[in-house]
C-alpha cells in the first residue's frame, strides 16, 4: 500500500525530466560507491531493468521521494536470480517508512517475472556497514550471503551479497 500523499509508478523512458532526477539522486545517495549518475542512467535505458518511482506530486521542487530497480540476471550457472539493482530515499524523507514500499513494489514484480521466468532466488548487494539498509532487507527476508570472495564496489567499499527465496505470489509464507 502506498501512503498518501505519495504516487507509484514505473519509469518510461520518454520521462527525462524523471530521468535527470533519478540519476541525480542516485549520485547524491552512492557517492562513496563511485560515479552512480551515469551506472543508474545506463540501468534505465536497458529493457531487462525496471525502474519504480516513488513521487510525492504536492512537493513544490522536486517531486522524487525516491526509486527502486529490479533486474533479471543470469548467474554463472545460467540460472536467473531477481536482483533490487538499487533503491535510494530523497535525503529530505529517509527514516520516513518508504523503504519498505519500495521494497514490497520491487519484490512484488519479481514475484510478477517469475510465473514466467523461474528464477533461483531474489539478490541485492549492501555495504556491510550500511546498518538500516540491513536491517530494512533483513525484515523482507534477506540473510546475508556467506562470503566465497570478497568483493567491493568501484570506490574500494567492501560489498555484501543478501539474498532470499523468490515465490509465486500469495505463496509466500
Known amino acids: 500500500m502506498i501512503p498518501p500523499p505519495y504516487v507509484f509508478f514505473t519509469w518510461n523512458s520518454r520521462d ?3 530521468f535527470r532526477a533519478v540519476t541525480e ?5 552512492f557517492l562513496r560507491f563511485g560515479e552512480y549518475r551515469e551506472f543508474i542512467g545506463r540501468l534505465m535505458a536497458r529493457e ?3 525502474t519504480g518511482l516513488l513521487i510525492e506530486p504536492d512537493h513544490p ?16 550457472d545460467g540460472r536467473v536470480l531477481g536482483n533490487i539493482l538499487a533503491i535510494a530515499i530523497a535525503p529530505r524523507l529517509r527514516f520516513n517508512s518508504l523503504g ?7 519484490i512484488e514484480q519479481i514475484q510478477y517475472l517469475h ?3 523461474p528464477m533461483k532466488c531474489i539478490q541485492l548487494t549492501v555495504a556491510p556497514d550500511n546498518e538500516p539498509a540491513i536491517r530494512l532487507f533483513s525484515r523482507f527476508g534477506f ?18 551479497d543478501m539474498s532470499r527465496p523468490v515465490f509465486l505470489p500469495g505463496e509466500e509464507p
Open 16 to 18: 527525462k525530466v524523471r
Open 25 to 29: 539522486l542516485a549520485q547524491e545517495a
Open 48 to 50: 531487462d531493468v525496471i
Open 61 to 76: 521542487d522536486d517531486d522524487l521521494a525516491g526509486f527502486i530497480q529490479v533486474g533479471l540476471i543470469p548467474d554463472e
Open 100 to 106: 519498505p514500499v519500495l521494497m514490497r513494489w520491487a
Open 115 to 117: 510465473k514466467n521466468t
Open 143 to 160: 540473510t546475508l550471503v556467506p562470503e566465497e570472495v570478497e568483493h567491493h564496489y568501484a570506490s574500494g567499499v567492501r560489498a555484501r
